[in-house]
């Protein structure tokens, strides 16, 4: 196809949402061009001389798109018409390298793959790698990981707050959300030795038990952030240019985002309240009290309030692992999975040949497939796994929501302006080393 | 590379009762997991079917190659297995029901069927699939390259695809400089 | 004119003010040092960690830096921060080009400086493979500190000129030398051997 064909929207109101994002050709959203075509027509100046359509290109480098996503947008005016996020341009090839990597190294490689959270990568690798050994972990390994996951969504949302504020010449919030990240950031520090790219969470538990005296930061955490959320509030939530700017903005509705597979904040702002954390309890998240946040009209507006309320509902579940915390062991301790500890490596020759093996082999898992799922910050995150009996994962398919959610952006930008498209991106809040893995 | 021989015996189900059918399509169970097994033939009908069942979000479509592992164990009778299987997971929004479907498709004719026009979210899943295995949607309404650049050879998650790996060096200080 | 009519008349006596003198180069070299506004080049989870210093906690605009450049055009220093896959190589090469002399890169990070963990067909093993690096700062990510003190260090080459010197020498940096490395072909490219 190309942009000479028209785009007739003049039976929009009649037509099903789910027909809408369902539409092949010019009257879709998406702009369904190879680069090389568009390459071609943005050449070619006499091709459409009376067309005052234009094909307008943004990214790879480009300080609003988050990193290196590039869209193709086709123009007319200040009007978005179609558009077609171009990615790849961070393609790493961690699938392949999961393949090469056995379980025990499998966690350093997935964990750079959302760089905003990464501990949640971490989880849906190990949970999947553990249904197919069919191992049980520690109750306080448990409650380690919820506790590390739920500051790693803070640390996630603020970034987005950040980030958000910034996009949209809110430049102040920039140094706002740092400052509260950072404060989450140093308490992961302590626990994981990393402020990012933790490679904390392994197959069988977690790498190390919390330092001494972290329920002390834990409280100070809990007791700082609410009052910051607050100022959050003044700054942005409540501010007549920040609403404007907002609401109304990049809209959808639960039909289209059910249709077009989203998850996460970008489903829940449409009104559907889903959530793994409390649809299909993973961990312990089925004895913490917490709301799941829903949004109405499933514009920019509602996808900014999802994400600062889920600050607060996170604080409201650390608040309560806090308290539920268990003792015990932080790791399984199977003789299998688990390399001995530090201090009888010392003493005994076995524990020496058994930590050698562990890290140089890897443990074998039993043939099967396996499919695992987390809630991250941006949605559902899970984790195929296909295992032939080795050592080494034979198949390791990240399902990453910021990839997914993608999918949902021309849809949002159609019809809209060009500096909205700026807000709908920022608000869909994708994290490019997760899109293209 | 990590291919066990088919020796294996390590095997979850016992071949012999029959496969329950689901959608007309032998229905498994992997952990716990419900796994369907439509043919190529059946593949847009089950899936219709499931969709009219109430799996209305499809999650992801991805793509496992079994070149370097043929013994796999874990197929019903009847279901032929092929070099390349295509993974559909499906999962129901109001009741959080999860089912999967694997579809076997052989190497010198990798086509399937798209599932654009139930799940239009399946456009940029089955793109990737197209890009990493070479697998072809047919009837897909944008079918090119999405991760790798628009002229690259190959597929690079085929088994015969070599990582690339190259021996690191250390290099002489004055020869680059 | 009233400045050097005072010297004339009584010699440096007729000077009114304390002044320095020094060689045209150094000045503009510390001038050089303490105005590099860095072209926004992020990538990947360094990216994240070049934010943070950007931002209050570490501050970089202490070291006048705090002007992160969307237009290369504008910008004296490239901050490849994060892995540079096959896709990207043209597009940062092509970002480099746009930005004036003198310009400077730090190589930010293991995957910028070398592929790090990621040896494999999608991923450039090394940026220097591109364009000509100025300091690599290791890490994975390389915390704010470990980039300050990358920053630091280009810093006392500007300050001696070294950098300069050595493009002058060959020319101009490194030219694109991308290669597909597929496995397809089974002998694997070999950087330097070709």
Known sequence: ?437 | MNAEPDGSTETEDDPTPPAPLRYGAPLTDSRGQAVVHPSRDTWLEVAEAALNDGFDHLTDVTAVDFLEYPGRRDLPDGVEPQRFEVVALLSNIATRERIRMRVQVPVDDPTVPTLFDLWPGSETPEREVFDMFGISFVDHPDLCRILMPDDWVGHPLRKDYAVGRIPVQFKDQGASL | MGLIENVKDDGFEGLEHNFVTGQVESLVQWARTRSLWPATFGLACCAIEMMATGAAHYDMSRYGMEVFRASPRQADLMIVAGRVSQKMAPVLRQVYDQMMEPKWVISMGVCASSGGMFNNYAIVQGVDEIVPVDVYAPGCPPGPETLLHAIFTLHDKINTGELLQRRSDNGGGAGLTIEQRDGQSAPLLIRGAQ
């Open chain 1, 1 to 437: 196809m190309s942009v000479t064909e028209s785009t007739d929207t003049s039976d929009e109101a009649v037509v099903d949402p789910t027909e809408r994002v369902r539409r092949r050709g010019a009257d879709s959203a998406v702009l369904r061009m190879s680069e090389a075509e568009a390459a071609q027509v943005g050449n070619d100046p006499h091709l459409h001389a009376d067309d005052q359509r234009v094909l307008l290109n943004m990214g790879p480098s480009h300080p609003s798109t988050h990193g290196v996503l590039r869209l193709m947008l086709e123009m007319e005016g200040e009007t978005v018409l179609r558009s077609k996020p171009v990615i790849g341009y961070l393609h790493t090839g961690m699938e392949k390298q999961g393949e090469q990597l056995s379980y025990m190294q499998g966690s350093t490689n997935v964990t750079r793959m959302d760089y905003a959270s990464p501990l949640f990568t971490e989880l849906a690798f190990s949970l999947a790698t553990e249904k197919l050994l069919e191992i049980e972990i520690p109750e306080r390994a448990t409650w380690i990981r919820m506790l590390m996951c739920e500051l790693n969504r803070l640390g996630s949302h603020f970034l987005f707050m950040a980030t958000n504020g910034m996009d949209l010449g809110a430049v102040g919030m920039m140094i706002y959300g740092w400052r509260e990240r950072e404060e989450v950031i140093r308490f992961l520090e302590k626990v994981t030795g990393l402020r990012m790219n933790h490679n904390y969470i392994r197959p069988g538990g977690v790498a190390a038990d919390l330092p001494d005296g972290w329920e002390y930061d834990i409280a100070r955490l809990l007791e700082m952030i609410p009052p910051r959320l607050e100022e959050y509030d003044t700054l942005m939530t409540g501010q007549p240019i920040w609403r404007g700017r907002l609401q109304g903005v990049g809209a959808m509705s639960a039909e289209e985002a059910i249709a077009l597979s989203a998850t996460g904040p970008v489903l829940r702002s449409a009104g559907v309240p889903s959530d793994l954390r409390r649809d299909e309890p993973y961990l312990a998240y089925d004895q913490v009290e917490f709301d799941v946040i829903v949004g109405t009209y499933g514009d920019c507006y509602d996808r900014y309030a999802i994400r600062l309320n889920e600050i607060r509902e996170s604080v409201r579940i650390i608040g309560q692992i806090l308290e539920a915390m268990p003792s015990g062991d932080y790791r399984v301790q199977d003789k299998k999975v688990t390399p001995p500890p530090r201090a009888r490596i010392d003493e005994s020759m076995e524990a020496l040949i058994h930590h050698f093996k562990i890290f140089t082999e890897g443990y074998k898992v039993p043939a099967g497939e396996v499919y695992a799922a987390v809630e991250s910050p941006r949605g559902e995150l899970g984790v195929y796994m296909v295992s032939d009996g080795s050592s080494h994962p034979y198949r390791m398919h990240v399902r990453a929501p910021s990839f997914v959610n993608l999918q949902t952006m021309p849809h949002l930008m159609r019809d809209g302006l060009i500096a909205d498209g700026v807000a709908i991106i920022s608000s869909v809040d994708p994290v490019m080393g997760e899109v293209d893995r």
